[in-house]
């Protein structure tokens, strides 16, 4: 069964250094997301994008953060200058172009905690 | 804006007890309900939707109705299993344009035998 894979699982980084997390959806998917879980918190939608673009934003997704998909296969956020509360689980998540609206396929999701 | 509640955990339950999850919502527009389960170590899975009021939506023996008139959207299932235990997130998309979905802040449910 396809599925939404993401690296690193874990990462710990420094304050101010930059991270670049990966994910790799579904091929045939069009629509790309990132959400973030601060522990203890709601999963919150950062950003998506279609048709190499970013097709919507969140309040969270400020001028630190940026997505890529640098080739026919891989889907990246960076952070430029991480802060301690960006310590979060990342998800990503895909989704066809058609068919039911919000049914998106997650990944196990990206780690990161910022010391 | 959108926003999701969801009931405190953990839950603990017995092997073979209910489970009712409650799950409220406020959006603009008519939005389509949702509930993902994440099991440990894996990514949220989509469980079960409904997309219109009255609704039920139903997978695995969970079942959850799109109840408009309180703005709910509660999870339930008759008999639950260890294997049940998991993390569940209610969701909505408001079907205003927005592809993304607004979450709840999740529910554990540990289920002992």
């Known amino acids: 069964e396809p599925e939404v894979t993401q690296t690193p699982s874990h990462q710990v980084t420094q304050m101010g250094q930059e991270v670049i997390l990966r994910c790799v959806p579904i091929?045939?998917?069009?629509?790309f997301y990132w959400y973030r879980q601060i522990l203890g918190q709601k999963v919150e939608f950062l950003v998506s994008?279609?048709?190499?673009?970013?097709?919507?934003k969140s309040e969270i997704f400020d001028d630190q953060f940026s997505v890529e998909r640098p080739d026919g296969s891989n889907f990246t956020l960076k952070i430029r200058s991480t802060k301690l509360e960006d310590s979060a689980m990342y998800f990503c998540?895909?989704?066809?172009?058609?068919?039911?609206?919000?049914?998106?396929?997650f990944g196990e999701g990206s780690r990161l905690t910022v010391l | 804006g959108d926003s999701v509640t969801q009931m405190e955990g953990p839950v603990t339950l017995s092997e073979e007890a209910f489970l009712t999850i409650n799950c409220t919502y406020t959006?603009?527009?008519?939005?389509?309900l949702f509930w993902y389960v994440q099991y440990p170590g894996e990514g949220l899975q989509l469980l079960l939707k409904?997309?219109?009021?009255?609704d039920k939506g139903s997978n695995k023996g969970f079942e959850a109705t799109y109840r408009k008139e309180t703005t709910s959207f509660h999870l339930e299932k008759g008999s639950v299993q260890v294997s049940d235990s998991a993390v569940y997130f209610c969701?909505?998309?408001?079907?205003?344009?927005?592809?993304?979905?607004?979450f709840g802040s999740g529910t554990r449910l540990q289920v002992q035998p």
């Open positions: 409904a997309t219109k009021a009255d």
């Open positions: 994008f279609y048709n190499n673009e970013i097709s919507e």
């Open positions: 969701a909505l998309n408001s079907n205003t344009g927005r592809r993304a979905l607004t």
């Open positions: 091929s045939n998917h069009l629509y």
């Open positions: 998540a895909s989704s066809e172009t058609s068919g039911d609206t919000g049914e998106l396929f």
């Open positions: 959006a603009t527009g008519y939005p389509s």
